[in-house]
């Protein structure tokens, strides 16, 4: 090296690893090609560091979070409710007060339910499927008006109780009437009304046909769908949800013949029926169509939905902002992070997302939050520390090490 003034010597982390197994990216040593000898006073120094940026600023452990919100189903329910509200004023009569009362219930929910005061009784009568619910807390007048205990009641077949004079008061007194599998019946005829059926070769369409009309008539039109297909010979009828279609033999013996029923049956869904030849139209003949009312009605649920934002690199907060679901932050002047929530919803920040945005709680409620601290996105790394033996330990700070250089670390390659 006599005739060399200056020279580089490449030195990569990773083409030694035969010799040296436990090389990484941060601390390694490298076998050269051949000894290099120098001779006289050298100085040793140096020129260019390349680090692959392998650190993320979201990694696994700060890129999960979670959000709760209030969610509005339309829930089906198999029963109806009718809260009643009844007052029973002062100086009213007895005969007064069981008249208010039914005057209530009938406009909420018909004369399903009824008071009747006869002499030193008063009968309660409630159709089937209704219930009639009195609690100590709501109804407890008309708990003592029926000479019952201060202790919820539930009336569901009609009774008959000893009258006992209520106290009179200006407060409400609420009931509830519950009413269950609720079912609407009507009768559909099987052909229309003073049609001639003379052409027994087209008498299936005719009859689908006029079937379908007499459905639409009723008001239940789509309830059910009788579809005749000409080529099979056979019908497919199609029956709604809630629906039922009963047929027997009693009532429609030649058109369940047709259908090739041969007992009574109920029909629900999708069924397929081979059609049998009939020498005469079933006049006068019917089935029954049964609706189950099922009301549907608006229920608030929580939900949670988890989620994680992608591993890597993120250079400036609007990248990182814009990488959140359903989240809305602000970049605040003074580098804090501005996020709102809204009311019925609640954030949860896994711990380490929770330091890099600044925030003391991982949990955040519903309203405008601003972070404690400032946002950090260098993933916590500000300066790489480079250390070597070519050279001989000395101070830095208090402490005595090989340190060759430090180099700050920028957020942009081109400052790197």
Same mark, same amino acid.
């Given at each position: ?21 436990? %090389?990484? =990216? ?97 009968? #309660? ?44 008061? %200006? ?63 056979? #019908? ?29 049956? #109920? ?21 029954? #169509? ?18 994680? *934002? ?16 359903? *989240? ?21 920040? =896994? ?12 949990? *955040? ?8 601290? =400032? *946002? ?41």
């Amino acid at each position: 090296m006599d005739e060399v003034n200056d020279f580089y010597v490449t030195l990569p982390s990773n083409s030694s690893l035969g010799y040296f197994p436990k %090389n990484t =990216q941060a601390s390694f040593r490298t076998k050269l090609s051949r000894p290099i000898i120098l001779t006289g006073a050298w100085e040793v120094g140096l020129s260019e560091i390349f680090v692959p940026r392998t650190w993320f600023n979201i990694g696994n452990h700060n890129n999960k979070y979670s959000i709760t919100y209030e969610e509005t189903k339309i829930v089906e329910k198999d029963y109806v409710e009718y809260d009643i509200r009844v007052k029973i004023d002062e100086g009213t009569t007895d005969e007064d007060v069981i008249d208010n009362i039914n005057q209530s219930i009938e406009e909420k929910c018909g004369h399903f339910v009824l008071f009747a005061l006869d002499h030193r009784n008063i009968n #309660v009568h409630t159709a089937p499927n209704y219930e009639l619910h009195l609690t100590a807390a709501g109804a407890p007048r008309l708990l003592t008006m029926l000479n019952l205990p201060r202790e919820d009641r539930i009336i569901k077949t009609s009774e008959s109780f000893v009258f006992r004079k209520p106290s009179k008061t %200006n407060k409400d007194n609420v009931l509830k009437i519950i009413a269950r599998n609720l079912k609407r019946h009507f009768i559909i005829r099987t052909t229309r009304f003073n049609h001639k059926y003379t052409d027994m070769d087209n008498l299936h369409h005719e009859l689908f046909q006029h079937i379908n009309f007499n459905l639409m008539q009723t008001g239940i039109g789509g309830a059910a769908d009788f579809v005749f297909d000409f080529k099979e010979d056979k #019908v497919e009828i199609t029956v709604q949800k809630n629906v039922e279609l009963e047929f027997r033999l009693l009532y429609a013996p030649i058109f369940m013949r047709m259908l090739s029923m041969t007992k009574d049956v #109920v029909l629900t869904g999708k069924t397929l029926h081979v059609l049998q030849k009939v020498d005469r139209p079933p006049l006068n003949e019917y089935f029954r #169509v049964s609706i189950t009312d099922k009301p549907t009605i608006p229920e608030k649920v929580k939900k949670t939905e988890h989620l994680e *934002l992608e591993v890597g690199f993120y250079k400036n907060s609007e990248q990182l902002f814009s990488s959140f679901k359903h *989240l809305a932050f602000n970049h605040l002047a003074n580098n804090k992070v501005k996020i709102h929530i809204p009311d019925t919803s609640t954030v949860n920040l =896994q711990d380490g997302l929770r330091d890099l945005l600044g925030f003391k709680k991982s949990t *955040l409620n519903g309203g405008t939050h601003i972070s404690d601290y =400032q *946002l950090e996105l260098d993933g916590g790394i500000t300066e790489i520390y480079v250390y070597s033996d070519i050279i001989e330990s000395h101070f830095v700070g208090d402490t005595i090490a090989p340190l060759l250089r430090i180099i700050p670390v920028m957020s942009t390659k081109e400052d790197q």
